[in-house]
């Protein structure tokens, strides 16, 4: 007789999506800012880029290796991590410095987890933080080579009372700083792209984007120029939408997406406005990536049939 019913562990519904079909949609949203960045800065972002890329991709394959663990190169998430480490430094910073980023990231922060889906915080943001508590040059932002510039500060740096630059120049990314962070109008063209991919949810970048433009605005005396500037500067726009987003070190739930992005701005504004670094957003990511089990436990659904008091 003919087996009538198969057993088998959830999921038994497929969607079909797969990791590396999810991770080349982010490749492919990352390269309107990466391509940007690379006008904007010359020659040596793309040399920065390249390296951060070719260094998580072989890290990756060597601790696997290493380990006799099966090689996961081929999901492309070693490329995500390092095109978003290379977009968050800057063009001018010392290759070797490169490689050590991404070596802290594919091993320490990814590898000794376990790998993808086990990290407890992003790789590339947690990278750049150590790069930039390590390294002095981190705080030494690049300009742009194909525009005059104002040199000495980024526009964070420079203050909304103090900056030379136009919302436009915010816009289009003609300022200083990381490679990949300057041009918004690049940054949005990927957020939406992933949007409409589905493979990323408004809630997260809104709610943080939003919470540091209503804090900015009452800070600034309701001036409406001041704020649009601050959200434009920085690296809030490919944090908030590239970087929170990660479906590892994220919230899983609606409300608990838009709890972490309220969190993160509110700490990104705090940093920015009292703290000791102008830009606050890769420590306000790290931290909320620690509160994440916390938030996915505050904001579970509760199966049917639960809940109720016992008789």
């Not at 508590?133 to 500060?153: L, Q």
């Not at 909320?288 to 049917?304: C, D, G, Q, R």
Request: with cysteine.
């Amino acid at each position: 007789m003919e087996k009538q019913l198969t057993l088998a562990s959830s999921p038994h519904i497929h969607s079909g999506r797969s990791t590396s079909r999810i991770m080349l949609d982010v490749i492919l949203a990352l390269c309107p800012a990466a391509i940007a960045g690379v006008v904007i800065f010359g020659w040596r972002a793309l040399l920065v880029l390249a390296v951060t890329v070719v260094s998580c991709v072989a890290f990756e394959a060597l601790f696997n290796l290493i380990v006799k663990k099966e090689q996961t190169i081929g999901d492309f998430s070693a490329v995500v991590t390092g095109l978003l480490l290379g977009m968050n430094l800057p063009a001018n910073i010392p290759i070797w410095q490169c490689v050590i980023g991404a070596l802290f990231a594919m091993v320490i922060v990814k590898g000794l987890f376990g790998g993808l889906g086990n990290n407890p915080v992003n790789p590339a943001i947690t990278a750049r933080v150590f790069m930039l508590v390590a390294f002095g040059s981190m705080t030494k932002a690049a300009f742009p080579t194909i525009v005059d510039s104002v040199a000495g500060a980024t526009p964070l740096a420079l203050g909304t009372g103090q900056t030379p630059y136009t919302l436009l120049d915010l816009f289009l990314g003609t300022t200083g700083g990381a490679i990949g962070e300057t041009c918004a109008a690049a940054l949005l063209l990927g957020g939406i792209y992933l949007i409409i991919r589905r493979v990323i949810t408004w809630q997260i970048p809104v709610a943080f984007i939003g919470t540091v433009f209503v804090c900015s605005f009452f800070m600034e005396g309701f001036n409406m120029l001041a704020a649009l500037s601050l959200i434009l500067s920085g690296g809030l726009f490919i944090g908030a939408i590239f970087m929170a987003t990660d479906y590892v070190t994220s919230p899983v739930t609606a409300w608990g997406k838009i709890i972490f992005g309220v969190g993160a701005g509110l700490i990104t504004f705090l940093i920015r406005y009292f703290g000791t670094y102008p830009e606050g957003v890769s420590f306000a990511i790290l931290f909320m990536n620690i509160l994440t089990p916390y938030i996915n436990s505050w904001t579970k659904h509760k199966v049917f049939g639960t809940g109720g008091e016992k008789q």
